[in-house]
């Protein structure tokens, strides 16, 4: 039988200790070994396939436990494969051996794994480098120099040439550092202040900042020489990152979920092991310590991993749905990332450090350049999204435009777009013309912050339009949407999605104005405040392994028909643990002033720095 604890290389880990996280490190690497080639250049894990050639997916597989073994070994601790790095490295950079990697072109895959080769040359080429034979390191060198050369993606790819810069460097081969420059300044100018960056030009806000732009570029504030006002300008954006950023991580640990490359799981608290790499105290060391090792916890009791132990595609369990297109089975293993800490000694003031809890937070937090609004509820913390754009991949309009994203209850993605009945919309607003087909809040035209309240205008057809406030009330929170259609248009919008149970065990109210699901763990409502309620309250059963964390869901929904012309729909929306009682139904905030509103955003309202160009 399946057993999910069993399911998880860190399972019974305490990991409270520098030495449980070395463990934790060879432990979750042990169940790769059987999948290594004869050769070592290769570790294919599964069949499924990605947007770029095996051959790429096979070296991803390779190189991305690196970012957790390199750290592991630099700190002291004894690595026992070495030999197979060593022998996979000579192999598949030599363009007469059967497991050669491929030749590296412009924006290819390849690029995006040699970064942790070129991380691994620059922090121990004593075990990578240093024992091999003249002719594998000058195949090597060769390989390295024809990647630098080749153009990357517009964003934190371009951090891949710098790592791979730094590598060469330690190891004393020569290159046109021009080349490096350009990608360092052409970086920091996605800097939007704050200690934001956006990733690239798109208008995006995502975990690759914290876990890419931020992670890569405290790495390179620590092993650059002769650079030092560009390290002090990243060391000092990541200073001023750290106190907004916590409010992506929940008081048990989880991070938020949201946006794209969810799979790579613990590698969201990477940015805690940077601080401490850089030697950084952003916040206390208690409290990066405390984010850093309930984050590890958090995923330590989920079924993450395939019955063999390989990490598996997925989020809270193994899940397809959820992944992204440049997805291989050896994409999870960037969640080695985490693991940069264990570089420093024990005797570090980070290794030392109390474990303080998370603190918590009265008052709603505004993130304006994100354009988010954090609330600090029991167990959990809720995010109020003014909404991005983002590219056309699969289930980009949940993972980047929900109205809420939460530490604690995941979001769901649609399975069918040809079934509208069937949708979930947690935290959406879904419509619908035919009945069958439906859309989304997707592409903005305009989004603002003013105060601790969002705007967003955006059009799901060219000729409707939508208008969206949405504002705080801890627990609840509020959304407006005011529609304008030529013709009618069915709706459905929905609250959290929670874990359902077998066998019926959980309970849903449902009445003209509300729709209340009571979980087994936690309840979560959606309460119709539209001055003429035109919906009803409904209570969805999700469509199987469409949420991140859970497999099966909950969702309380209000659906309606609004006729041709404006129409404004108000509701309230929470989700709690059942631990912190019911009593927050009986608390339901009233409709906001719309007037108001939109006084206190024509007068103060900001545009989005990562939506604004």
């Known amino acids: 039988m399946y057993d999910p604890a069993r399911a998880n290389p860190l399972n019974g880990n305490p990991l409270l200790t520098r030495s449980d996280l070395q463990k934790a490190l060879l432990d979750l690497f042990q169940p790769l070994l059987p999948y290594f080639s004869e050769g070592g250049a290769r570790v294919r894990l599964s069949a499924a396939g990605a947007i770029f050639d095996h051959a790429a997916s096979d070296l991803e597989g390779f190189a991305r436990p690196l970012w957790g073994i390199v750290p592991f070994a630099a700190g002291g601790g004894d690595f026992p494969h070495w030999d197979l790095y060593r022998r996979g490295l000579a192999n598949g950079t030599d363009p007469d051996h059967p497991e050669y990697w491929g030749d590296v072109t412009d924006r290819n895959q390849r690029l995006v794994e040699l970064a942790a080769i070129g991380f691994a040359l620059a922090m121990v080429p004593e075990h990578l480098w240093d024992p091999l034979d003249a002719g594998a390191k000058e195949r090597v060198a060769r390989y390295l120099l024809a990647a630098r050369e080749r153009d990357y993606v517009d964003n934190n790819w371009k951090f891949f040439r710098v790592l791979v810069d730094l590598g060469l460097e330690r190891i004393g081969i020569a290159f046109d550092r021009a080349k490096t420059v350009a990608y360092l300044d052409e970086l920091e100018a996605f800097d939007i202040g704050d200690g934001w960056y956006r990733d690239g030009p798109v208008k995006r806000v995502d975990h690759y900042i914290p876990f890419a732009m931020h992670f890569y570029g405290l790495i390179y504030a620590v092993l650059a020489k002769g650079d030092e006002a560009r390290c002090e ?26 946006g794209r490359s969810q799979t790579y799981r613990f590698a969201a608290g990477g940015f805690w092991a940077a601080l401490a790499f850089a030697d950084l105290d952003a916040l206390s060391w208690s409290e990066i310590k405390g984010y850093y090792l309930r984050h590890i916890r958090y995923w ?38 985490f693991f940069l800490a264990l570089a420093l000694p024990e005797d570090h003031p980070f290794w030392q450090a109390e474990e303080m809890p998370a603190p918590t937070f009265a008052e709603a937090v505004s993130l304006e350049k994100p354009g988010m609004v954090a609330m600090h509820t029991s167990g959990n913390i809720v995010v109020l999204a003014s909404g991005q754009e983002h590219d056309k991949m699969r289930g980009s309009h949940e993972k980047y435009s929900k109205f809420a994203y ?4 995941g979001f769901n993605i ?30 903005l035209e305009e989004a603002l912050i003013a105060d601790d309240s969002l705007y967003s205008r955006w059009k799901p057809w060219a000729d409707v339009t939508v208008e969206t406030w949405l504002i705080p009330a801890n627990p609840w929170h509020l959304r407006v949407h005011r529609i304008s259609t030529p013709r009618p248009l069915q709706t459905m919008e929905g609250g959290f999605a929670i874990a359902r149970a077998d066998f019926n065990k959980d309970r849903a109210e449902v009445a003209p104005d509300r729709a209340i699901w009571f979980g087994q ?31 099966k869901t909950l969702v309380p929904q209000l ?18 643990q059942m631990e912190a009682g019911v009593a ?29 160009l």
Not at 566 to 571: E, G, K, Q
Request: aromatic letters at 10%.
């Open 406 to 409: 939460s530490t604690r209850y």
């Open 521 to 551: 763990s936690d309840t979560s409502a959606i309460v119709d405040l539209s001055a003429q309620p035109i919906r009803k309250g409904h209570a969805q059963l999700a469509i199987a392994n469409t949420n991140l964390v859970h497999a």
């Open 233 to 258: 300008r990243i060391r000092d954006r990541a200073k001023r990152f750290a106190p907004d950023i916590r409010h992506w991580y929940g008081p048990d640990g989880a991070s938020l979920a949201f």
């Open 414 to 443: 649609e399975a069918n777009d040809r079934h509208f009945e069937a949708a979930s919309f947690d935290n959406m607003l879904g419509l619908s013309d035919d009945g069958v087909h439906f859309r989304m809040r997707e592409t």
């Open 559 to 576: 659906r309606g028909t609004i006729p041709i012309g404006v129409t404004t729909l108000t509701s309230a929306i929470c989700a709690l």
């Open 300 to 337: 330590s009791q989920l079924p993450i991993a395939d019955r063999d132990g390989v990490l598996s595609v997925g989020y809270g369990y193994p899940n397809l749905l959820m992944s992204e297109s440049y997805n291989s089975a050896g994409s999870p293993y960037w969640a080695l990332k």
């Open 584 to 612: 927050f139904l009986d608390t339901v905030p009233t409709a906001p002033d719309l007037a108001a509103l939109e006084t206190l955003f024509r007068q103060s309202g900001r545009r989005v720095a990562a939506f604004d």
